[in-house]
């Protein structure tokens, strides 16, 4: 309640007002030309949960007018020698600014009714939003989670992942929204809404979630799947049981305060023409706090030690999964919208179980196209996958997490155009915008495919300084001079376009043995037309001009040399994952 000091009385305010001011001037002493306190007039919208705070006020009014009319004298206001100025009015219940000490008069804001939870003393109980005011099915707010019972006959749903945030950061501003994986067993009728999610605490519903009546359509699948015929279950960052005032339109701006709640999907089937029933899904723990609201962790995850990805600043989307804690944090930021053309995933995992892997794919929310897809192995190292975006008008991309494995106890995805990811973002090089895809299958051998993958994705980034690395554990031969790997892969580059060979060569074409079994020149060789075994291969000359390392012509010619057949660009690593050399077929 504002207490208004204004210059000039006003007859036309209310009667409590002239009765305080007549009280006041009968007290000896007590007249005052300069103290006028008005309080203005209750109109039209009185909402029933300010009740008890109208009946408190006029109980405090009363109080106060025989407070005044005896013993005016002894209150500190008419006692106090400090003038009351105009446009100082104060809350009743304010908590002090950083200038008022702590003894200032002012009130504290209440603490929370005895028996009652924090989000208890914010929401309006008996209250209904009006799209589920007509359905029937006695929801409200405030209601005990026990009468939270399925009515559809034959429908079940559940809740399936990870509670995540969706953050759209445009321009500087931050704008998030919840959701969470949900199944649905449907029974008869349809569901051409999307499910959405219950929020209660200390067993009263204190959230009825979204307006899912207000948008139907297909339902969308989420961004952390568990399992096949998932589809997103959409909540609410401000609570529909915390309405503002609005001239008969629901209005929601209040958040729930931080703490832990219970959640629940619900889903609202139309079994018959116009008639929704619901189902409910068992509870579920989630703790809201400042950074957002999060599932508990459980047995899952664990310790990690990979450090978060560098920003690029023409990120267009990252998401994060982080599971080293009790309360997982989800989310995914997006930053800037799509262009058609080459773009790349950076990604890293790491897990307490070896051999963990997690599935992706780079979705247009508007259709759920798929643009493409991949798996990061959860080895603690990064991997770069190379994409082409068609044109899809400028969206933004979503980054969808398929079935992610207990043991992951974190994972982290960048998307961005191509020539970002983790190199120099600022060096390019020949590398920068192909497509290809390391594919450990055409290796026969798995000591050589890992360092194979690593040059590859290290070409395709630009990343000179990993590339001078892998050089050099050996150390490699590079070319026939036998340059120094620093002078090799400095950027930018010349015209040997050697980041882009390398890419051709190891991710372009197949490798095969070359040199005897069991001797220590035995090594994988790319392309594999240089070994004798494939040297008059129709599908490893093809793989060499579709790979662009030579033309057609090109290739007929070398092929049709018996002396000398290919004399390109190859690369050879051993068994052991050794990078012998870089060079020209001799």
């Known amino acids: 309640m504002n207490i208004e000091r204004n210059d000039s009385w006003n007859e036309d305010n209310d009667f409590l007002s002239g009765a305080l001011r007549d009280a006041a001037d009968k007290i000896p002493g007590g007249e005052v030309d300069d103290l006028h306190i008005s309080f203005g007039v209750v109109r039209d919208r009185v909402r029933r949960r300010r009740a008890a705070k109208i009946g ?83 929801l409200e707010c405030g209601m005990p989670v026990s009468d939270l019972t399925p009515t559809a006959a034959g429908w079940s749903v559940a809740a399936a992942g990870d509670m995540y945030a969706r953050v759209s950061n445009y321009g500087g501003v931050s704008s998030p929204t919840w959701s969470m994986a949900a199944t ?99 509870p579920v723990a989630v703790q809201l706090d400042g950074t957002g609201a999060h599932s508990a962790t459980g047995t899952r995850g664990g310790a990690a030690t990979i450090e978060p990805l560098a920003p690029d600043e023409n990120e267009l989307t990252r998401f994060v999964l982080d599971r080293t804690t009790d309360w997982v944090l989800a989310q995914q930021e997006q930053s800037d919208y799509s262009s058609a053309g080459p773009a790349r995933v950076t990604a890293q995992c790491e897990s307490v179980n070896a051999g963990d892997s997690v599935p992706f794919e780079i979705v247009v929310p508007s259709t759920q196209d798929v643009v493409d897809s991949g798996s990061v192995q959860c080895d603690a190292t990064q991997q770069v996958t190379t994409i082409e975006v ?10 969808r997490l398929g079935a992610v494995p207990d043991g992951v106890a974190r994972f982290e995805a960048v998307l961005a155009p191509g020539g970002g990811g983790g190199g120099d973002p600022a060096a390019d090089c020949s590398a920068s915008g192909l497509t290809m895809e390391y594919d450990p299958a055409r290796s026969p051998s798995e000591g050589a495919s890992t360092t194979a993958r690593a040059i590859v994705d290290a070409a395709l980034d630009c990343d000179s300084g990993r590339l001078v690395d892998l050089a050099t554990v050996y150390p490699t031969e590079l070319m026939v001079t036998a340059e120094p790997a620093e002078d090799f892969f400095a950027l930018p580059e010349g015209e040997e376009q050697h980041y882009r060979t390398l890419v051709a060569l190891l991710a372009g074409t197949g490798g095969a043995f070359n040199g005897g079994e069991g001797t220590a020149n035995r090594t994988v060789v790319w392309p594999r ?28 010619a070398e092929r049709a040399d018996e002396t000398f057949g290919y004399t390109g660009m190859r690369i050879a690593i051993d068994e052991s994952g050794a990078w012998r050399y870089y060079s020209a077929t001799p």
């Open 56 to 138: 408190s006020l006029a109980g405090v009014s009363l109080v106060l007018v025989g407070g005044i009319a005896f013993g005016a004298t002894q209150t500190p206001l008419l006692r106090s020698d400090d003038s009351v100025l105009p446009g100082e009015a104060r809350s009743s219940f304010m908590t002090p600014g950083p200038d008022d000490s702590a003894s200032d008069s002012a009130t504290q804001a209440p603490e929370p009714s005895p028996g009652r939870s924090p989000a208890q003393d914010d929401i309006e109980f008996g209250y209904t939003p009006s799209w589920l005011a007509d359905l029937g099915l006695g």
């Open 184 to 282: 649905v067993q449907r029974g008869d009728g349809s569901l051409d809404v999307h499910p959405t999610v219950v929020w209660s605490q200390d067993g009263v519903v204190v959230d009825l979630g979204v307006n899912v009546f207000g948008a139907p359509g297909s339902q969308v699948g989420p961004l952390i799947a568990s399992g096949d015929g998932a589809v997103e279950a959409q909540v609410r960052v401000a609570s529909t049981c915390i309405p503002t005032e609005s001239e008969g339109r629901d209005i929601f701006e209040t958040s729930l305060p931080d703490g832990e709640y219970e959640v629940q999907v619900i889903a609202f089937p139309e079994v018959s023409a116009g008639q929704w029933e619901m189902t409910v899904s068992e």
């Open 390 to 399: 068609p044109d899809v008008d400028s969206e933004v991309l979503d980054l």
């Open 529 to 556: 037309v240089v070994a004798e075994e494939f040297r008059d291969s129709d599908e490893a000359w093809q793989e060499v001009v579709d790979a662009g390392l030579l033309t057609q012509e090109q290739a007929d």
